[in-house]
């Protein structure tokens, strides 16, 4: 069995290092891992997918339309972007918050998200919106947002990986000065769920 999770979101918000500690929770559970990013225009604030694959056989990094077990969406409308990839009957997981784009932003259109949240509402089969700012604000920095969201995908059952080793991967993989900061997003986002 091969569970498939794809992260997505928007340049800067920590996406990348997300799927690097699901691969290690899967490794040290001695699955095989596949990983892939896309990574779009620019560092901060451009489009950003990782796929990440893992079980005992996994043939392709690449999650095929309707084959994602699960979508951690660090942003509404990239959630909506990439909602094809969920399988029926799969789990996102989605900050509530909303990134406006720079387009958006230079054409003066508002942007809320309230919109996306409801579309996923009505086409996905289990959403679990999180309230990831809310977290940041009692962890005191938005530099948890990723591990926030890992900790509610973990806590859903859909992702594979328990809080435990999610603890375990920001243990290893996290430098020492930001353990205690990770491990109470986590704490934080566990009770959240």
């Known amino acids: 069995m091969v569970t498939s999770c794809l992260l997505c979101g928007v340049g800067g918000q920590g996406t990348v290092l997300a799927s690097k500690l699901i691969a290690a929770s899967a490794m040290e559970k001695g699955l095989f891992v596949r990983t892939a990013e896309t990574i779009g225009m620019a560092q901060r604030g451009g489009c950003v997918v990782s796929h990440v694959r ?19 969406a660090f942003e509404p409308a990239e959630a909506v972007r990439n909602l094809r990839y969920l399988k029926k009957g799969g789990t996102v997981v989605v900050n509530k918050k909303a990134v406006i ?7 003066g259109s508002s942007y809320s998200g309230d919109e ?33 969201l890992l900790a509610y995908a973990a806590k859903s059952g859909a992702l594979g990986i328990t809080v435990e080793e999610l603890k375990n991967a920001v243990l290893a993989r996290v430098p020492e000065k930001f353990h205690k900061l990770n491990i109470k997003a986590i704490e934080f986002a566990e009770q959240a769920i």
């Open 54 to 72: 893992f079980g005992d056989k996994v043939s392709s990094s690449m999650i095929p339309e309707g084959g994602a077990d699960i979508i951690i």
């Open 101 to 107: 784009p720079i387009t958006a932003a230079l054409g």
């Open 116 to 148: 996306m949240l409801r579309y996923l509402e009505e086409n996905t089969g289990r959403l679990i919106v999180a309230d990831s700012d809310r977290i940041c604000d009692e962890c005191g920095s938005p530099k948890v947002l990723n591990v926030a």
